[in-house]
Nanobody, 124 residues
């Protein structure tokens, strides 16, 4: 079974920080682009961040740029999202995703593998 499992979500006050983790199992994701998406209540899923296999390319949504940092550890088959200066509007379920295509993930917000999501709630 191929799985992406997110962890690290929780409740935090505005201005605080959280670090999300995504662990892959069932197979390795060598060569894959990894990314994070989120979905707030009543909203469509939106792109948050992406990172290439080698880590040389990253992209962020304007809403999180300079506050969030995506990183990966390929030896551990994992990807992380460090979230700083959190705002109430960051409240959402956050999903990890993997794709062989950076273009598909970043421009099309499409990926064949998705995690189950982890809830992030930021209080005022």
């Amino acid at each position: 079974q191929v799985q992406l499992v997110e962890s690290g979500g929780g409740l935090v006050q505005a201005g605080g920080s959280l670090r999300l983790s995504c662990a892959a199992s069932g197979r390795t994701f060598s060569g894959y682009t990894m990314g994070w998406f989120r979905q707030a209540p009543g909203q469509e899923r939106e792109f948050v961040a992406a990172i290439s296999w080698g880590g040389s390319r990253t992209n962020y949504a304007d809403s999180v740029k300079d506050r969030f940092t995506i990183a990966r550890n390929n030896a551990e088959n994992s990807v992380y999202l460090q979230m700083n200066s959190l705002k109430p509007e960051d409240t959402a379920v956050y999903y990890c995703a993997a794709s062989t295509s950076y273009n598909d993930l970043y421009y099309r917000n499409a990926a064949p593998y998705w995690g189950q999501g982890t809830q992030v709630t930021v209080s005022s």
